[in-house]
């Protein structure tokens, strides 16, 4: 297949990059394995044969394959960026009495604190995520909502907005969710009302995107948080490592270890089927392929990345 043009980003079609991607396509869209996620059920409706990869560099070139332009839901690739946001506003002290940076080895979504503070272990695992949700500037719905959608705009570099029927589905069924933001609001890790924190956190996770998106959103990370294609900051340069360096211990959750020796690249991953990752000062890489095994990863998305680590030599050690 060949790479893909887009008419916002400027895609490169042509060059050895370009090449090397479409082969990888070919052979990676042609993988079996794992299951479309259905906890949420507007997420079973997706189509489990897409499959589009995209890279984008530090310097602004994008370069895209297969179905690197269909809009899906960014799930918990959002919750690294979120965590960015909460450092920038609160510094690292106050957000370490929130949440920690503890790898878990347990499910995204498991129903648990850390003994020692009664605190979410990270801000990769849901209660982590909700924890920081709750730093979303805003003194109604509306205006956490356009303050969330600011920070995701500008990661991307163009306006994004919300999937109103996977946030509805989400919001209707996501009781687990409601079961840990109780836990927080009982160990004081929250203090505003669940459902409002729930309620900016599920639709954190429907935010759409496609692939081009999560590879520049990955590149701004890799680029010391300046969006390369707008020259715009998304984020502070000082809390970068701080980001990468939780997404590379807890990104991939209880598959984080494996992932950390194999690929070794700082990478977080949604249940959409997306996994972005990126390489300080290099390049932002993004793959989306619906079915996840068994840890909520990509099938195809943990194979492109595992592949392009070793042919391109990114593992960080
Ligand atoms: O809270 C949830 O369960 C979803 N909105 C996000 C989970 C997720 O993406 C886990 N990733 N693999």
């Avoid at 933001?181 to 995107?209: S, W």
């Avoid at 590149?219 to 715009?232: D, H, M, V, Y």
Wanted: one cysteine or more.
């Amino acid at each position: 297949m060949d790479a893909a043009i887009f008419n916002t980003q400027p895609v490169s079609a042509d060059g050895p990059i370009a090449d090397y991607l479409s082969d990888l396509h070919f052979r990676i869209s042609r993988l079996g394995g794992g299951n479309v996620a259905s906890y949420i059920p507007e997420l079973a409706k997706a189509d489990p044969n897409l499959c589009g990869i995209a890279i984008a560099t530090t310097d602004g070139k994008i370069y895209a394959v297969g179905d690197a332009d269909h809009a899906f839901t960014i799930q918990s690739v959002s919750k690294p960026f979120v965590y960015g946001y909460a450092l920038a506003r609160y510094g690292r002290e106050t957000v370490l009495q929130r949440v920690g940076v503890e790898p878990t080895g347990e499910a995204f979504n498991s129903i648990v604190l850390d003994d020692k503070h009664n605190r979410p272990f990270n801000p990769m695992v849901n209660a982590g995520a909700i924890a920081v949700a709750e730093t979303i500037r805003g003194k109604s719905d509306d205006e956490r909502v356009a303050n969330m959608l600011d920070l995701f705009s500008r990661l991307a570099g163009r306006q994004l907005d919300i999937d109103e029927a996977v946030f509805r589905s989400e919001r209707d069924t996501g009781h687990r969710n409601r079961a840990i933001a109780y836990m927080m609001l009982n160990t004081g890790m929250i203090r505003r009302p669940p459902e409002e924190i729930l309620d900016i956190y599920f639709r954190q996770c429907a935010v759409k995107v496609t692939c081009v998106d999560l590879a520049v959103m990955g590149a701004t990370l890799a680029n010391k948080g300046i969006n390369p294609l707008t020259g715009q900051r998304a984020l502070p340069e000082e809390y970068i490592p701080d980001i990468l360096t939780v997404m590379n211990s807890c990104g991939m959750y209880n598959y984080a270890g494996q992932w950390s020796y194999e690929v070794g690249i700082p990478a977080k991953s949604g249940v959409a089927g997306s996994i972005m990752a990126a390489i300080p000062g290099q390049i932002g890489i993004a793959v989306f392929s619906p079915p996840i095994d068994e840890h909520g990863n990509s099938v195809r998305g943990v194979a492109a990345c595992r592949e392009i680590a070793h042919d391109f030599g990114l593992h960080v050690f």
